[in-house]
């Protein structure tokens, strides 16, 4: 997912954007509040993090702006500051979270993917298929309850379809989901990763993936008992 990140401080700036990278997110970096809107206004982000001090335009600012110009991407604010009233004048001009620093990286992580899902109409943590089960705030999958090795691309590949557990996802929405639009191959690699993720699945069920081919539409995953005429490949 591609998230927008509107910070002033360069080290601050810098930790959120790696930490971020490192969960397979693209991150884009403003670092005054105008600068942001214009981010936020031209670009579809999955989230928008937006700390409050900023140098030109306050964070409340920026996010009322966004939200008169119907930006309606969730947006996580971050503050130094811990004072209840900061908090509830965020959420109460349209954010979606807030967050005090200093604060800690597995809780920003868990935050932004529990908002990400809300806005994607998706609440839950976690979505089993059958002997599968797939743990989104912590970017794993188990079999059975023993993990199962997968690369950020493959578990990126794979979360999409829990997403959308029991519809076709589109090898476009694939790419957007993994890339964000920033240097996006061709589609084909989608096939690359479906089929090295089908095998290790297939590996630790014995047999199963759950991953199910909708020719020339795309991929979804299903309950073994489910979709039944489509083929199945493992490979």
Known sequence: MRLLLIEDSELEAETVRRILEAEGCAVDVAATGEEGLGLARSYDYSLIILDIMLPD??????????????????????????ELDHKVRGLGQGADDYLTKPFDREELVARIHAIVRRSEGHAQSEVDVGRLKIKMT???????????????????????????????????????HLYSGVDEPELKIIDVFVCKLRRKIAKATGGDHYIETDWGRGYSLREPELGAHVERQAS
């Open 138 to 176: 912590d970017r794993r999958a188990e079999v059975d309850g023993v993990p199962v090795s997968l690369t950020g691309k493959e578990f990126g590949v794979l979360e999409l379809l829990a997403l959308r557990k029991g519809t076709t996802v589109t090898k476009d929405q694939f790419l957007t």
């Open 57 to 82: 335009v306050e964070g409340h600012g920026v996010l009322r702006q966004l939200r008169d110009a119907r930006v309606t991407t969730p947006v996580l604010m971050l503050s130094g500051l811990a």
